[in-house]
């Protein structure tokens, strides 16, 4: 599935032309996320939905009461590390 086939409708519309994560629109997404179960690894605060992309960044998409939608755009690092134990690798966690 595309970014553009995850976030709403109203994304591909031409309201959101100019953002940053539209460039992203034909890229495939990796794994889906609801803050409440991960949250989001940028810094905006009304984040409840974001998407890691194969290239390697995060698109959220930002339901700021105040200001409206945004789809913000970071580099994403994946943060699970292999456990090790008298050099064996024993998990990924």
């Not at 599935?1 to 109203?10: A, G, H, I």
């Not at 179960?37 to 390697?56: A, C, P, T």
Request: hydrophobic letters at 35%.
């Amino acid at each position: 599935m595309l970014l553009k086939d995850v976030l709403p409708y109203e994304f591909m519309r031409g309201e959101f032309d100019n953002c940053k994560a539209m460039k992203f629109a034909d890229i495939k997404v990796v794994q889906e996320y609801e803050s409440y179960k991960k949250s989001w690894i940028g810094n905006h605060k009304y984040v409840h939905f974001w998407y890691v992309l194969e290239n390697g960044y995060a698109v959220g998409f930002n339901e700021n009461p105040s200001r409206g939608w945004s789809f913000p755009v970071v580099k994403y690092i994946d943060t699970k590390l292999w456990i090790y134990h008298e050099g064996k690798k024993l998990k990924y966690g």
